[in-house]
């Protein structure tokens, strides 16, 4: 599977109680930092924030008549330039793969919308 699905990805139809799973990896020893919000329809308040995530996978069950909602930082802070990888799963199906690549300074900010069948 290439690893350039860009910044924003929707499923749509996902069964309830599906897992779902974010794993972020890159150069070990601090190079950069990541962590996720997740948003969920029916929860008004603040989003759970996942720093769990470097390297993963940190895994959710999806509730349904929902529609969650991921956000997930990356901030690199390396000196020279690294590649940082995101990658998701859908009932342990690989759904999803970016490179960020950049060195310090360098942030993504990618979104994921999961709605439920």
């Known amino acids: 599977?290439?690893?350039d699905d860009g910044?924003?990805?929707i499923w749509t139809g996902i069964k309830e109680g599906a897992?779902?799973?974010l794993s972020v990896t890159g150069p070990?020893?601090?190079e950069f930092t990541a962590f996720a919000k997740f948003?969920?329809?029916s929860n008004a308040g603040a989003p759970d924030i996942w720093q769990?995530?470097?390297p993963g996978p940190h895994v959710e069950a999806l509730h349904a008549e929902h529609v969650h909602v991921v956000q997930i930082h990356v901030l690199i802070v390396s000196a020279t330039p690294i590649d940082v990888k995101v990658e998701a799963k859908v009932?342990?199906?690989?759904?999803?793969?970016?490179i960020?690549?950049?060195a310090h300074g360098a942030t993504a900010l990618i979104t994921h919308v999961l709605g439920m069948a």
Do not use: L, P
């Not at 009932?91 to 970016?98: I, R, S, T, V």
């Open 100 to 102: 960020v690549t950049g």
């Open 91 to 98: 009932e342990g199906k690989a759904d999803f793969c970016q």
């Open 39 to 41: 948003f969920e329809d």
């Open 28 to 30: 070990a020893g601090g």
């Open 7 to 9: 910044t924003m990805k």
């Open 1 to 3: 599977m290439a690893c």
């Open 52 to 54: 769990d995530i470097c």
């Open 19 to 21: 897992k779902y799973s």
